[in-house]
């Protein structure tokens, strides 16, 4: 390679981006299992990105200390835990069920569940309310032709 | 000069607006005609004045004009004429200037061609818009005024980001506008049925064209924005779950849910409180999307304080808008007529369920935005992030019900079916698509059925929207060209939209699943592989662009026996001094090679580029597949029943209320 062409590598790489070469495990089950766990991870100085996304200085750091704890043998689990001690629930992307994040988990759920049970009884409800159950009255038809003018 | 004419032209439309949101809605109430026809007259007047306003900055950007301190902050000489031009729209203030002016467009094709509607909303709805429009011109005078100027003048400005300089990054912007300033449309239709106490399925078939013109720019920027983010960002990946493409996609869900109710309430009357609460929920979302993101609040709840002025001005516009609309819908919503009632197995039912799905759906997006704020507030000794991973868990098993549904539903009839009738009619698509999964579990394995499902999901919803033109083609009496050729302009759109969602989550399901990476260093003259696709390094050189020096390299790609060339390059803009990746991808049907190169490292055989080779099956069909939706939206807007505005000639052909398939 040209020495200009080294010079303007040298400029550009300055940002690492995300995993690199260098930082993988030779075992490829080990790489595959530090990859999927650095997926769970966040960046914890960016903005909304996991370690294994991220480029900056500190998400290679953490991807290296997964790597470093699971050539030592730990397993996934142990890894993860070892990172939330360090870091605390931060770092995970996927919070914890816990009492302060249930509104989070069940919420969506719960909405649903509310508005079948509020269609239900809507339906229920019924006769009563309106006895004409047809969709629109001619007098209503013609109305509507009237304001919404001619449809052809 | 041009810089005070914008400015100029800007108070000007702030007073017509100030105006319009008082004269016509007093019209509306006290009945006088001449007062609701000024708000037809004021409305064009605004559009005038903010396209005016809009003009100057845009022309101050194209003449590079530094002595404006906008045009200084976010330009630069070395910069491409078209991306000077998109400048203008790259920023806070220019990017607020844009938002008013689609908002004033808006208000004036409601004055242009709302003819056909009650006078008397069609005054209300133009006051609402321009109480709206007052608030926001308000807050870009006020507090981002585009046109302040800079003294000492700079000979040179500073850079547009160059992630911007893109062509995606041109229309990205005006287009999610489009959409999110859209749903102001229809919350002021909300509103104004609201101040008149009515809501009709008259009024839901005004507002659906409304909605639709909103909902598919909107989709087409989501689309847009994905691909952008898939190319740019050097990494192959199209949604990342970030706060920012949150705030687009909540708008999307609840106006999608809004696009399903407003059927209702136009066919049959029923619904009526549940879409206008979702016209106003569409809206607030967009508000919040666009400005609370904006803000920075989702970061840190402190960045507030960097320009607390600001702050405080847009929260106070979420909140006036969203509480004056809940209180006024709290209010008069039980005199609104609740409309026909429908069985538990009908059409409306199904329609109800969408709308409880897509409902959930947005809580899983809103919630996983959210959450890591509002914990920072009331838990802050626990702080949580919320990141792809809980999204993936949680919104698959809400949305995977939704979309088998978009197949039954249109199957369904009206106010009442029944479950032996709609057994029959599934028998033999279910049937397919058994042995559709059977076939792709065999192919994928056990460990990948997930992926056998979500392609067979993607099946299943193409097959239903082909169903739906083979049931409408065959009619009652058999298969006949007049019944192709009369085929409703809305009927076309629900085919495209619908099988549109299958293609997507075909390729999500692909991506998911069968995507192979391979990252490594690299030399001329060697060769890898990631998953199908073999890439071989043929050199790497210098280049020097218009405003960037980047470094390039040559990749020959084989797979399947054919060869062709890629191109890869990392890119340093030279004032700004940041990178891009332009990443090289050999595009087809089945999938996209993709080979991104990154910096020079060592390995055991030396010196190299690190190069990242992708494999993404279907991907493209993920972009396909919003590109259909986006289309049948447009469809259906072209459907004859909604052309507003069109002559009133009296014309005897065809049957007038279209049958809602």
Redesign the interface.
């Known amino acids: 390679?040209?020495r200009?062409?080294?010079a303007?590598?040298?400029?550009?790489?300055t940002?690492?981006?995300?995993?690199?070469?260098?930082e993988?495990l030779p075992d490829a089950a080990q790489e595959a299992r530090a990859r999927a766990i650095s997926?769970?991870l966040?960046c914890v100085v960016c903005?909304?990105?996991?370690i294994d996304?991220s480029d900056a200085p500190l998400a290679r750091d953490l991807r290296l200390l997964v790597r470093e704890q699971i050539a030592k043998g730990k397993s996934d689990a142990d890894v993860r835990d070892y990172v939330v001690q360090r870091y605390?629930?931060?770092?995970?992307?996927?919070?914890p069920v816990e009492g302060?994040?249930l509104?989070?988990?069940a919420?969506?759920?719960a909405?649903?569940l509310l508005?079948?049970a509020g269609?239900?009884a809507w339906?229920r409800r019924?006769?009563v309310?309106?006895p004409?159950?047809?969709?629109?009255s001619e007098a209503?038809?013609a109305?509507?032709?009237r304001?919404?003018?001619?449809?052809? | 000069m041009l810089a005070e004419i914008g400015h100029f032209a800007l108070i000007l439309s702030l007073l017509v607006a100030l105006a319009q949101s008082v004269l016509p809605m007093l019209g509306a109430i006290r009945g006088d005609a001449a007062l609701m026809a000024f708000g037809r007259s004021a409305a064009g007047l605004q559009a005038l004045l903010i396209g005016l306003s809009f003009a100057c900055l845009m022309t101050l950007f194209g003449q590079a004009d530094f002595s404006v301190a906008l045009v200084a902050n976010h330009s630069a000489l070395s910069q491409p004429l078209p991306y000077r031009l998109a400048a203008t729209w790259g920023n806070h203030e220019g990017s607020m200037l844009l938002w008013v002016l689609v908002l004033s467009i808006y208000g004036a094709g409601i004055a242009r061609f709302g003819d056909n509607l009650r006078a008397t909303l069609q005054a209300r709805i133009l006051s609402v818009q321009a109480m709206i429009s007052v608030a926001f011109l308000a807050f870009a005078l006020f507090t981002s005024n585009p046109f302040a100027r800079l003294f000492p003048v700079p000979l040179d400005g500073a850079e547009l980001n160059p992630l911007l300089q893109d062509p995606g990054l041109v229309f990205h912007p005006p287009l999610l506008y489009l959409g999110y300033v859209g749903f102001s449309v229809t919350f002021s239709f909300a509103v104004a049925a609201l101040l008149e106490g009515r809501a009709d399925p008259a009024w839901a078939r005004w507002m659906r064209p409304w909605v639709l013109a909103a909902w598919v720019p909107l989709t087409c920027g989501i689309t847009l924005g994905s691909f952008w983010a898939y190319y740019e960002l050097g990494w192959g990946g199209w949604w990342f779950w970030d706060p920012v493409e949150n705030a687009s996609f909540m708008p999307w869900l609840i106006g999608t849910a809004l696009l399903h109710s407003a059927i209702v309430t136009e066919k049959r009357g029923s619904l009526a409180g549940w879409t206008i609460l979702l016209a106003i929920l569409a809206f607030s979302l967009s508000l919040i999307g666009t400005f609370l993101v904006r803000s920075g609040i989702l970061t840190s709840v402190h960045a507030f304080a960097v320009d607390p002025k600001r702050g405080v001005f847009i929260l106070a516009m979420i909140i006036g808008a969203t509480g004056t609309a809940l209180t006024l819908f709290a209010a008069k919503a039980p005199m609104l007529r609740s409309g026909a009632l429908f069985g538990s197995v009908s059409r409306e039912s199904g329609l109800t369920f969408n709308n409880l799905l897509l409902m959930a759906l947005t809580a899983v997006v809103f919630l996983g935005t959210f959450y890591p704020v509002i914990m920072e507030a009331v838990a802050p000794t626990n702080k949580i992030s919320v990141g792809p991973p809980y999204y993936n868990l949680v919104f698959a098993p809400l949305a995977a019900p939704l979309l088998i549904l978009v197949t039954i539903g249109p199957m369904l009839a009206w106010k009442r079916d029944d479950l032996g009738a709609l057994a029959r009619k599934l028998l033999l698509p279910v049937a397919i698509i058994a042995v559709v999964l059977a076939g792709l579990a065999l192919w994928t394995g056990l460990a990948k059925l997930s992926a056998a499902l979500g392609l067979a999901l993607g099946a299943w919803l193409i097959m239903g929207a082909v169903l739906v033109l083979v049931r409408r083609w065959r009619g009652a009496g058999g298969f006949s060209w007049r019944l192709v050729r009369t085929t409703p302009a809305a009927t076309i759109g629900l085919v495209l939209a619908h099988a549109g969602l299958g293609f997507t989550t075909a390729g999500i399901a692909a991506m998911s699943a069968f995507s192979a990476e391979k990252i490594l260093v690299m030399r001329p003259g060697e060769t890898a592989a990631a998953g199908p696709v073999s890439v071989t390094m043929t050199g790497a050189e210098e280049v020097e662009g218009a405003n960037y020096r980047a470094l390039r390299a040559h990749f020959s790609v084989r797979q399947n026996g054919s060869t062709h060339g890629l191109v890869s390059e990392r890119r340093l803009y030279t004032v700004s001094g940041s990178q891009t990746t332009e990443a090289g991808i050999g595009v087809s049907v089945l999938g996209n090679q993709y080979v991104a190169i990154g910096d020079v490292q060592q390995d055991a055989r030396g010196q190299g580029l690190v190069v990242r080779i992708y494999w993404h099956p279907l991907v493209g069909w993920i972009w396909f597949g919003g590109l259909l939706m986006a289309m049948g939206g447009a469809a259906s807007l072209s459907d004859r029943r909604f052309r507003i505005g069109a002559p009133q000639v009296r014309t005897p052909l065809a049957p007038n209320l279209v049958p809602a398939e």
């Not at chain 1, 940002?15 to 260098?22: G, M, Q, S, Y």
């Not at chain 1, 903005?47 to 996991?50: I, P």
């Not at chain 1, 004409?132 to 629109?136: I, R, W």
């Not at chain 1, 304001?147 to 052809?152: E, F, Q, T, V």
Request: proline content about 10%; glycine content about 6%.
């Open positions: 390679m040209k200009a062409f080294l303007l590598a040298l400029m550009l790489a940002p690492a981006a995300a995993v690199l070469p260098d993988m997926k769970d966040r903005q909304n990105q996991s996304d605390g629930n931060f770092v995970l992307l996927k919070p302060d994040t509104l989070l988990w919420g969506p759920f909405i649903l508005g079948a269609l239900i339906q019924a006769p309310a309106t004409d159950s047809a969709p629109l209503e038809r109305e509507l032709d304001l919404a003018g001619p449809h052809n």
